[in-house]
């Protein structure tokens, strides 16, 4: 383990993985992350099955078992996703008994075309978590306003959430009411609160992104100078928002019945702009009690180059919050922004999923049983 990723898990950060494929589990790839680079958990999405099935013939046996057995493709994208969740979970299955069920979690998200529907996302959450059945498996539900209530009643279950796609602070402490009203009906129904875990991931990136889009259609000096601080300052509100959350009385009240914190986990941290330092959505938000979800060659930088400087949120506050109203004063829209980010957000995991699906059914075609 670097000096940086150890100095990162010191600070409170936990190191997640955001990829996974069967190759990567199978060569003990995985199994390397987490005993030399620190990492605790893996993330899940549609984009990232559908790079690794593609292809991969370490799939061809369970595909070929399936097209024999004539499965739908929706059934067969399900069970070769699971497989691998559940390996993944067996994998970091340690971590998770080490923390104290903390960590050595891994996502798996529900059909993002169920993004709009409350009713079918709890079901497959359900279905999902009864599919892997570890207990260190997150279900991801979309923080869409038809996911709010899904991640109550899911909760409510008993069932792990992490909770994605979230861009706004408006939206984020609406995650977080979901959520402890999730945990207020648990404790209720006389569920164990310390069994239930989520992370509410807010997405980072992608908000510079279009931000930066925008100010450079405008030009001018300060349009320039607003560049690339949007996405940090976003984050660093959450994480004074989560502070608000957990030093409130209907927090306490819960955590003395054994709740765990829903931790802010940091999404989308690859760096899409080759002019910012590559590591600088991990650096930048160094806070206790975070979750920062990496993809490999965010890892990789951040333990050959990340300089890690110790807590770079708390005490940030008044900054970020002028630099976004510096963005109202440019004339740009937070709120039109983070609405079309969502959208966006949602449209992006139903084409990969699309294309995942259509994947696996000419894999289906090719290994189905010839007359």
Same mark, same amino acid.
């Given at each position: 383990m670097t000096d940086a990723?150890?100095? +990162?898990?010191?600070?409170?950060?936990?190191?997640? *993985?955001?990829?996974?494929?069967?190759?990567?589990?199978?060569?003990?790839?995985?199994? =390397?992350?987490?005993?030399?680079?620190? %990492? %605790?958990?893996?993330?899940?999405?549609?984009?990232?099955?559908?790079?690794?099935?593609?292809?991969?013939?370490?799939?061809? =046996?369970?595909l070929r078992d399936l097209a024999v057995r004539g499965v739908t493709v929706d059934e067969a994208v399900r069970m070769i996703t699971t497989a691998d969740v559940r390996n993944a979970c067996d994998v970091l299955r340690p971590v998770y008994d080490a923390s104290d069920r903390r960590d050595?979690?891994?996502?798996?998200? %529900?059909?993002?075309?169920?993004?709009?529907?409350?009713?079918?996302?709890? @079901?497959?959450?359900?279905?999902?978590?009864? *599919?892997?059945?570890?207990?260190? +498996?997150?279900?991801?539900?979309? @923080?869409?306003?038809?996911? *709010?209530?899904?991640?109550?009643?899911?909760?409510?279950?008993?069932?792990?959430v992490n909770v994605t796609l979230i861009f706004s602070l408006e939206r984020y402490r609406a995650v977080m009411d979901a959520y402890l009203t999730g945990l207020e009906k648990a404790k209720a129904a006389g569920r164990d609160l310390a069994s239930i875990e989520s992370v509410a991931s807010f997405f980072v990136s992608r908000v510079d992104t279009e931000i930066d889009k925008r100010l450079d259609k405008l030009g001018g000096d300060a349009a320039s100078a607003a560049r690339g601080k949007a996405a940090i300052a976003n984050a660093r509100l959450a994480y004074a928002a989560y502070e608000e959350v957990i030093a409130s009385d209907r927090w306490q009240a819960l955590a003395a019945d054994g709740a765990q914190p829903q931790r802010p986990l940091w999404a989308s941290t690859g760096v899409k702009d080759p002019a910012y330092n590559d590591t600088r959505y991990v650096v930048e938000l160094v806070a206790?009690?975070?979750?920062?979800?990496?993809?490999?060659?965010?890892?990789?930088?951040?333990?050959?180059?990340?300089?890690?400087?110790g807590d770079t949120v708390?005490?940030?506050?008044?900054?970020?919050?002028?630099?976004?109203?510096? +963005?109202? =004063?440019?004339?740009?829209?937070?709120?039109?922004?983070?609405?079309?980010?969502?959208?966006?957000?949602?449209?992006?995991?139903?084409?990969?999923?699309?294309? *995942? +699906?259509?994947?696996?059914?000419?894999?289906?075609?090719?290994? @189905?049983?010839?007359?």
């Open positions: 990723l150890q100095r +990162l898990s010191d600070e409170g950060v936990a190191i997640w *993985l955001d990829d996974l494929s069967r190759r990567r589990i199978e060569s003990g790839n995985l199994a =390397e992350l987490v005993r030399d680079s620190n %990492v %605790v958990g893996v993330t899940t999405n549609p984009t990232i099955f559908q790079k690794a099935i593609t292809g991969d013939e370490l799939y061809d =046996e369970q050595g979690r891994v996502s798996i998200e %529900v059909d993002p075309r169920l993004a709009h529907n409350t009713e079918a996302t709890i @079901a497959e959450a359900r279905q999902l978590w009864w *599919l892997v059945d570890r207990p260190n +498996l997150f279900i991801k539900i979309p @923080a869409t306003e038809a996911g *709010l209530p899904a991640i109550t009643e899911v909760i409510a279950a008993g069932i792990s206790p009690g975070t979750v920062n979800t990496m993809p490999e060659a965010t890892l990789e930088a951040t333990a050959d180059h990340g300089e890690v400087r708390r005490g940030t506050y008044e900054q970020a919050r002028a630099d976004l109203a510096a +963005l109202v =004063e440019l004339g740009i829209s937070y709120e039109e922004v983070v609405k079309l980010l969502e959208d966006e957000g949602v449209e992006k995991f139903e084409v990969s999923w699309n294309e *995942l +699906l259509q994947s696996v059914s000419g894999q289906l075609e090719r290994f @189905a049983p010839r007359d």
